[in-house]
């Protein structure tokens, strides 16, 4: 009979079994200096969002996503899918950034400003124990049955957890309608805007879904970024991590007194480390690690476990720093390089990249204009034996402001623009505007080979761009 495979002892992953079960954790807080400065920025940042599109910069929310207008607005600047090289160059921008802050900072992303963590941290969590208790009593609660106190807290929470997804459902939405839109179609009937109660039902469920539900596995399950870590990060990098050569050998109280009367004869006295293998900064982690396994991919660098430990430390007249924010390399006795050739790239890189960016922002045109002959036309001779080419141009005004459009002919001689209708085309902000336009040109002044004709473009009387056609002329012409 074959000998039965021994049962693995180790963990897949700090929220699953090695079924793949999920394993409910139930984090204490603990309020230490950097958990105030986390709750600081954290309400700061919810603030932010949440203002960002009522707040109005030339006339449009501060940062507004109009995909059926296909318009995206950031802080008075908007871009069109004609801005492609902007846009391309802006998100180039953002994705360097993240490398940049990464290998300095490590994940201080997501332990500070990921609204995953924010929001689970300082709104969800935060309700979940003033309604259910402490995380003793809701896990003693949760493994019990059903009761009538346990059903009441739940449904509670629930209801509250959901009014919350709802508003910050709508809040999200609004980047992309707009308030104005969102409280006009609030007070009408669904159906006369089903698609908008469809997106808001199916918004308020996810994220019901993710902060009441799914919570810490977002972060260790189906973010990538964790799994990103180990290219974007290297032994300098800032981490939290705990110091093994002033912890170890650890050992509880009873473990130290008891020792204490132990001699080794090898070795001489039995030592112990500064932990004092009190599980603190296990109990306080929100994605369930053990930080002194070291440096794992669900750590989300959020300084729990830290203010943890230094509440300890202070209660046995221990120095702070256990735990702490560090790098590999110090870990292991070694010098922090800050001056390194990754940074040295992307700081570089990112420097390029701004530069374009803000010199494509600076010299864009206030006007998009694209000339092309009329569908189905060649050229015509007028009666004063002028060639004419009718052409169709499609505008947009980049502007705030809307503008009144002009073309005026520089050459050749003689040359004229009349746009079809014989009006001047006023041109709302950010709108499109297509109409068609005749230019005619005296033969006699043309020259042989090409016929091209050029004119200035003006918005309220400013020539803004100067813009050339070549026209169709007969084949006989000199």
Same mark, same amino acid.
Request: proline share 6%; with cysteine; hydrophobic share 45%.
């Given at each position: 009979?074959?000998?039965?495979?021994?049962?693995?002892?180790?963990?897949?992953?700090?929220?699953?079994?090695?079924?793949?079960?999920?394993?409910?954790?139930?984090?204490?807080?603990?309020?230490?200096?950097?958990?105030?400065?986390?709750?600081?920025?954290?309400?700061?940042?919810?603030?932010?969002?949440?203002?960002?599109?009522?707040?109005?910069?030339?006339?449009?929310?501060?940062?507004?996503?109009?995909?059926?207008?296909?318009?995206?607005?950031?802080?008075?600047?908007?871009?069109?899918?004609?801005?492609?090289?902007?846009?391309?160059?802006?998100?180039?921008?953002?994705?360097?950034?993240?490398?940049?802050?990464?290998?300095?900072?490590?994940?201080?992303?997501?332990?500070?400003?990921?609204?995953?963590?924010?929001?689970?941290?300082?709104?969800?969590?935060?309700?979940?124990?003033?309604?259910?208790?402490?995380?003793?009593?809701?896990?003693?609660?949760?493994?019990?049955?059903?009761?009538?106190?346990?059903?009441?807290?739940?449904?509670?929470?629930?209801?509250?957890?959901?009014?919350?997804?709802?508003?910050?459902?709508?809040?999200?939405?609004?980047?992309?309608?707009?308030?104005?839109?969102?409280?006009?179609?609030?007070?009408?009937?669904?159906?006369?805007? %089903?698609?908008? =109660?469809?997106?808001? @039902? +199916?918004?308020? !469920? #996810? *994220?019901?879904?993710?902060?009441?539900?799914?919570?810490?596995?977002?972060?260790?399950?189906?973010?990538?970024?964790?799994?990103?870590?180990?290219?974007?990060?290297?032994?300098?990098?800032?981490?939290?991590?705990?110091?093994?050569?002033?912890?170890?050998?650890?050992?509880?109280?009873?473990?130290?007194?008891?020792?204490?009367?132990?001699?080794?004869?090898?070795?001489?006295?039995?030592?112990?480390?500064?932990?004092?293998?009190?599980?603190?900064?296990?109990?306080?982690?929100?994605?369930?690690?053990?930080?002194?396994?070291?440096?794992?991919?669900?750590?989300?660098?959020?300084?729990?476990?830290?203010?943890?430990?230094?509440?300890?430390?202070?209660?046995?007249?221990?120095?702070?720093?256990?735990?702490?924010?560090?790098?590999?390399?110090?870990?292991?006795?070694?010098?922090?390089?800050?001056?390194? %050739?990754?940074? =040295?790239?992307?700081? @570089? +890189?990112?420097? !390029? #990249? *701004?530069?374009?960016?803000?010199?494509?922002?600076?010299?864009?045109?206030?006007?998009?204009?694209?000339?092309?002959?009329?569908?189905?036309?060649?050229?015509?001779?007028?009666?004063?034996?002028?060639?004419?080419?009718?052409?169709?141009?499609?505008?947009?005004?980049?502007?705030?402001?809307?503008?009144?459009?002009?073309?005026?002919?520089?050459?050749?001689?003689?040359?004229?623009?009349?746009?079809?209708?014989?009006?001047?085309?006023?041109?709302?902000?950010?709108?499109?505007?297509?109409?068609?336009?005749?230019?005619?040109?005296?033969?006699?002044?043309?020259?042989?080979?090409?016929?091209?004709?050029?004119?200035?473009?003006?918005?309220?009387?400013?020539?803004?761009?100067?813009?050339?056609?070549?026209?169709?002329?007969?084949?006989?012409?000199?």
């Amino acid at each position: 009979m074959a000998n039965p495979i021994p049962k693995a002892t180790e963990e897949v992953l700090s929220t699953l079994d090695l079924s793949g079960n999920r394993k409910w954790i139930y984090p204490t807080p603990s309020h230490g200096r950097f958990w105030r400065a986390r709750l600081v920025v954290g309400w700061v940042l919810i603030a932010f969002f949440v203002a960002l599109p009522w707040i109005e910069l030339k006339g449009r929310p501060a940062v507004f996503l109009d995909l059926a207008r296909r318009e995206f607005t950031f802080f008075g600047l908007t871009l069109h899918p004609t801005d492609t090289v902007i846009l391309m160059v802006f998100l180039l921008t953002i994705l360097v950034s993240i490398f940049f802050v990464t290998a300095l900072f490590g994940r201080v992303w997501c332990g500070w400003a990921c609204p995953q963590t924010v929001y689970l941290e300082f709104v969800y969590r935060p309700i979940e124990r003033l309604i259910e208790g402490k995380e003793s009593q809701r896990k003693r609660r949760d493994q019990g049955p059903w009761s009538w106190d346990k059903t009441w807290r739940k449904w509670a929470k629930l209801s509250i957890f959901a009014a919350i997804s709802l508003f910050l459902a709508h809040t999200f939405v609004a980047y992309f309608a707009g308030w104005e839109n969102l409280l006009h179609w609030m007070s009408r009937s669904p159906m006369e805007a %089903p698609g908008y =109660f469809f997106m808001m @039902a +199916l918004t308020t !469920g #996810l *994220i019901l879904f993710d902060f009441g539900y799914f919570r810490e596995q977002m972060c260790t399950l189906a973010c990538p970024y964790a799994r990103l870590q180990s290219v974007l990060m290297d032994e300098d990098s800032l981490i939290v991590s705990y110091d093994r050569s002033r912890g170890e050998k650890r050992g509880t109280y009873r473990e130290r007194k008891k020792a204490d009367k132990v001699l080794d004869l090898d070795d001489g006295e039995i030592t112990f480390g500064d932990c004092i293998d009190c599980g603190a900064c296990v109990r306080t982690c929100p994605t369930g690690i053990d930080i002194r396994d070291g440096l794992q991919m669900e750590c989300v660098s959020c300084t729990q476990c830290v203010d943890a430990c230094d509440y300890i430390m202070d209660s046995i007249n221990k120095p702070r720093g256990l735990i702490r924010y560090t790098s590999e390399n110090v870990i292991d006795g070694n010098k922090t390089r800050v001056a390194r %050739p990754r940074l =040295f790239m992307y700081a @570089a +890189l990112l420097l !390029g #990249l *701004i530069t374009i960016f803000v010199s494509l922002v600076a010299t864009r045109a206030p006007l998009e204009l694209d000339v092309h002959r009329a569908s189905g036309t060649t050229y015509n001779i007028t009666a004063d034996d002028d060639l004419a080419n009718r052409m169709s141009l499609r505008l947009r005004n980049r502007t705030a402001e809307p503008a009144e459009l002009r073309l005026v002919p520089t050459s050749p001689q003689g040359a004229q623009v009349r746009i079809v209708g014989d009006q001047q085309p006023l041109l709302p902000p950010g709108e499109i505007v297509r109409f068609e336009a005749w230019i005619t040109v005296p033969q006699d002044v043309l020259g042989p080979g090409a016929a091209i004709a050029e004119f200035d473009v003006l918005l309220d009387g400013e020539v803004v761009d100067t813009h050339s056609v070549r026209l169709l002329r007969p084949q006989n012409s000199p």
